[in-house]
């Protein structure tokens, strides 16, 4: 039976799982605590690395005295399987004579997906399950690992920074600085956890964008497969993109259509180090479906897109984004033909986190129509990003 104090512990697994955020992956976060006497934390542990140990043996390594009888707080269902890197840790639980394991979800892994429950049961072990508000709380922590798993596709994030009259760019799409240096930092962050950063045609075109991540302050920064989605191949050989491909690559997709219309722009793009992949038409376009299938082949667990107006209308009126960051500076645009944003779509999303950063707003949105929302609870990159500041 599970109560108030286990939720306490648990809420206390999650927050220490997101720790692992862009170190993990493709696993998913977990967090692990011991709890003794009804309520002394003697261990706890999360994981914090792919290919390194997990939460459960982290925390009972850390353990200040025996776990025999004592309570674990798992958030996702300790793993029974060996087809992995690391040692399975059911048998690392019975071995270490804990009582009780407090479960926040199931992982849908195959190879797990309530073996782990019943393996700790059969060896006497008491095994609760979170309440459904809770659990709820759990798989949502989990969103892009399920996105992963059980939908074969990355974990959608919107990305995009409007002055105070929700202006995007200047006049004619005029690069403008908007935001601040604190939010920049939030930014290059976000990039660093990710697997892949996504922009337009326009976006290149107007701001000639790197796609690195500099700077973050993360445990495990990482280096994100750079995307531009492009129907009509409109991408400058001078561009940075294309000028640092054989350095950090880059992958531009395409329909089949503009491929064959642009067959020398392929050849060129190619020759410099771009990898050109051509997809199916769907009318005169690409599909973004077709994307996230590719994607999820190149093992991105994350995509983070930085969408210019064009992007940001197709995503919200096609409802293909999982989660949303908005960064609003305080101050205007005020020039005639600035680039507005359209975010009407966004009134039925909830918000799921806000923070002021040195004058700049950041609210975090998620989609309330995802295949992988659960709760309207902060993501562990927004939980993150608050804590640093």
Not at 99 to 116: A, H
Not at 173 to 183: D, H, P
Not at 347 to 369: C, R, S
Request: aromatic share 6%; glycine share 8%; proline share 7%.
């Amino acid at each position: 039976m599970v109560d108030e104090p286990d939720a306490t512990f648990l809420r206390r697994a999650i927050r220490l799982a997101m720790n692992g955020r862009g170190g993990v992956e493709p696993n998913p976060m977990v967090g692990c605590v011991i709890v003794k006497d009804g309520g002394r934390v003697i261990g706890e542990g999360y994981h914090a690395r792919y290919g390194e140990a997990h939460a459960e043996p982290t925390a009972l390594a850390n353990c200040t005295e025996s776990p025999a009888g004592a309570t674990a707080y798992v958030t996702l269902e300790p793993c029974c399987h060996t087809n992995k890197q690391t040692p399975p840790c059911v048998p690392r639980l019975i071995a270490a004579k804990v009582g009780r394991v407090v479960v926040g979800c199931l992982d849908p892994n195959p190879q797990v997906d309530g073996k782990g429950v019943a393996m700790l049961r059969d060896a006497g072990i008491t095994v609760d399950r979170a309440a459904e508000s809770l659990e709820s709380e759990a798989r949502q922590l989990i969103a892009p690992f399920l996105a992963r798993v059980v939908h074969q596709r990355p974990y959608v994030t919107l990305k995009w920074a409007q002055s105070s009259d929700a202006k995007v760019a200047g006049a004619f799409g005029r690069r403008v600085k908007i935001t601040n240096e604190a939010s920049e930092r939030a930014v290059h962050a976000l990039r660093a956890r990710c697997d892949a950063i996504a922009v337009g045609t326009n976006t290149v075109l107007a701001d000639d964008p790197l796609l690195t991540a500099r700077g973050g302050d993360v445990l495990n920064p990482r280096a994100p497969l750079r995307v531009v989605l492009s129907n009509a191949l409109k991408l400058p050989m001078t561009s940075k993109l294309v000028g640092s491909a054989r350095e950090h690559p880059v992958v531009v997709y395409c329909s089949k259509s503009g491929a064959a219309k642009g067959r020398d722009d392929v050849h060129a793009l190619r020759r410099a180090g771009v990898e050109v992949v051509a997809l199916p038409d769907h009318g005169s376009r690409f599909s973004f479906r077709d994307v996230l299938s590719d994607l999820h082949a190149r093992r991105v667990t994350h995509l983070l897109v930085e969408p210019g107006p064009t992007l940001v209308r197709y995503f919200l009126v096609r409802e293909q984004a999982d989660r949303v960051w908005v960064f609003r500076s305080p101050r205007p645009i005020d020039e005639a033909g600035a680039l507005a944003i359209e975010s009407a779509p966004l009134i039925g999303y909830p918000a799921t986190g806000q923070a002021t950063l040195e004058g700049d707003a950041l609210t975090e949105y998620v989609n309330p129509t995802s295949d992988v929302f659960f709760a309207s609870v902060a993501s562990a990159d927004f939980v993150l990003t608050t804590d640093a500041r």
